[in-house]
């Protein structure tokens, strides 16, 4: 957990502490506005409610979609192959960098999932992937598109799946 912890703050950039810096300086302009504003209990109740979620939600969802919108990408894929004689799943696609930047490193992951005939259960079941497996792709140029295979192995799973992609570029 503590090596999750520090690779998540030494990927941060200027841009996401200046973001989780304005939601902690609102949260605090919040909680006083609300101390100001005592006598009206209503008002206050709804700045400090105001500040308080600003706290929890700002820098989750606005780390979310800074990242979404400054290391923009396209996932494509293109083939998958479950191997006949040996188990294992060979999964193909193009990585195209969509971004004004480029991506110094970008780490690519093929999740497999099972398939029901039940919409929701198929929704819980690709937050839990049962088999995952991952590449690194180094120095993709702005506009630059990278094709990547991945092998995920040992796979024995025989009845229906489904392969969803993401990647997480630097």
């Known amino acids: 957990m503590k090596a999750k912890i520090n690779a998540f703050i030494d990927g941060l950039i200027p841009l996401d502490y200046l973001l989780f810096g304005s939601s902690f300086v609102l949260f605090i302009l919040f909680v006083v506005v609300a ?20 706290l929890l939600l700002g820098p989750t969802l606005g780390y979310i979609q800074l990242h979404e919108y400054i ?16 188990e ?19 780490k690519i992951t093929a999740s497999v999932y099972a398939v029901t005939p039940n919409k929701y259960i198929n929704y819980l079941k690709k937050l839990k992937p049962f088999q995952k497996a991952s590449i690194l792709q180094k120095d993709i ?20 799946y489904n392969i969803s992609l993401g990647a997480d570029c630097r």
């Not at 101390?35 to 600003?54: A, E, N, V």
């Not at 971004?99 to 490193?105: A, Y």
């Open 141 to 160: 140029v702005k506009g630059g598109s990278r094709d990547f295979k991945i092998i995920v192995e040992p796979f024995r799973y025989s009845k229906d």
């Open 88 to 106: 294992a799943l060979i999964v193909k696609g193009r990585l195209h960098n969509d971004s004004k930047r480029d991506f110094e490193v970008c």
């Open 71 to 86: 290391f923009k990408k396209t996932l494509t894929l293109t083939s998958q192959k479950k191997l006949n004689f040996t």
């Open 35 to 54: 101390i100001l504003l005592r006598k009206r209990l209503l008002l206050g109740l709804f700045f400090i409610l105001l500040g308080f979620s600003i």
